[in-house]
């Protein structure tokens, strides 16, 4: 079966670091992977998607970026962290077509 | 742009009683429509998937679709305090092979014991 792994579950960072979240992805070949944002008290925000390695399409244009650099490896990257950052962020795959999207068990991710 | 809106709540109901989630959806082009549950502080869960027109049945879950209203909603029989949570409507269309999926903000539903 597919499962999906998303770590860390919690991170604080300070306003201008760095910042690294990682998502894989067993059991299946060449999933569809996107990056969500979830503000408090707002629905879920599309950030990243990718069909393929090194594909990656952006949905909204901040300081955050997306890498896919192997199959099942789906990387959320910011090199200055700002307070409007903050939020929880989930990272879930479909296959191809029409099925459902899976969610990982998310990062909230606090900038102080 | 592409909105999916469903009343924020809270949704207050019996338990045992029957819970009634609504959602509607601008883009006719819609192909897939996804129900999931989200506890607080946790991920979305899928409960419930449908593409064609009517009902879908899975267990105390039933999904209806009618795209001429661009109308989907979600029924919860014999309600349980675990059901508890909100509910996110999602709607989706696939081109060039991928899934985008549009959420509604969610429906907070509280069934009291």
């Known amino acids: 079966s597919q499962t999906i792994h998303q770590w860390p579950a919690t991170l604080v960072q300070p306003v201008g670091s760095p910042l690294s979240l990682e998502c894989t992805v067993e059991?299946?070949?060449?999933?569809?992977l996107y990056w969500y944002r979830q503000a408090a008290g707002r629905g879920l925000q599309l950030l990243f998607y990718?069909?393929?390695?090194?594909?990656i399409s952006s949905e909204v244009p901040q300081n955050l970026s997306a890498s896919r650099p192997q199959d099942r490896q789906f990387i959320l990257s910011s090199k200055k962290l700002l307070l409007s950052d903050s939020g929880f962020y989930l990272c879930?795959?479909?296959?191809?077509?029409?099925?459902?999207?899976?969610f990982g068990n998310g990062t909230r991710l606090t900038v102080t | 742009q592409k909105e999916v809106e469903q009343n924020s709540g809270p949704l207050s109901v019996p338990e045992g009683a029957i819970a009634s989630l609504n959602c509607t959806y601008s883009?006719?082009?819609?192909?897939?429509f996804f129900w999931y549950r989200q506890y607080s502080g946790k991920s979305p869960e899928l409960i419930m998937f449908i593409y064609s027109n009517g009902d879908k049945e899975d267990g105390r879950f039933t999904a209806q679709l009618n795209k001429a209203s661009q109308y989907v909603s979600l029924l919860i029989r014999d309600s349980q305090p675990s059901d508890s949570a909100t509910y996110l409507c999602?709607?989706?269309?696939?081109?060039?092979?991928?899934?985008?999926?549009?959420f509604g903000i969610g429906t907070k539903l509280q069934v009291i014991p």
């Open positions: 059991g299946t070949s060449n999933p569809n």
């Open positions: 990718s069909v393929g390695i090194g594909q």
């Open positions: 879930a795959w479909s296959v191809r077509g029409d099925s459902p999207l899976h």
């Open positions: 999602a709607v989706a269309d696939a081109a060039g092979g991928y899934q985008k999926v549009t």
């Open positions: 883009d006719r082009g819609s192909q897939s």
